[in-house]
């Protein structure tokens, strides 16, 4: 239900784009979220952004990474810049949505998609 994608191996102080798209019938997505998980390491939320744009980041990210959506495509984005290596993990979305005017708001979780940044 939700396809993650974009990771990939990259140089410190590179950049990546990550994409997490929903699919079947959708009515709205009321907040999209970004995990991390290192190995070794606990689940980390890295940033957020609700219906109404109000954004939202880790400290660690602040200034480097940017969420966005496209409510057309609903599609969310996580734009990752001067990257290093502590952001290397398994990056997870997930997404609020509701399917129907009449149903419930039910929780998504994508595959993760892998990030590894070089030094």
């Known amino acids: 239900q939700l396809q993650a994608s974009g990771g990939g191996l990259v140089q410190a102080g590179g950049s990546l784009r990550l994409s997490c798209a929903a699919s079947?019938?959708?009515?709205?997505?009321?907040?999209w979220r970004w995990y991390r998980q290192a190995p070794g390491r606990q689940r980390e939320l890295v940033a957020v952004i609700t219906r109404l744009d109000s954004v939202n980041y880790t400290e660690s990210v602040k200034g480097r990474f940017a969420i966005s959506k496209d409510d057309a495509k609903n599609t969310a984005y996580l734009q990752m810049n001067s990257l290093k290596p502590e952001d290397t993990a398994v990056y997870l979305c997930?997404?609020?949505?509701?399917?129907?005017?009449?149903?419930?708001?039910?929780?998504?979780w994508g595959q993760g998609t892998q990030v590894t940044v070089s030094s």
């Open positions: 079947g019938s959708i009515f709205s997505i009321n907040t």
């Open positions: 997930n997404a609020e949505i509701r399917r129907s005017r009449w149903s419930i708001i039910e929780n998504y």
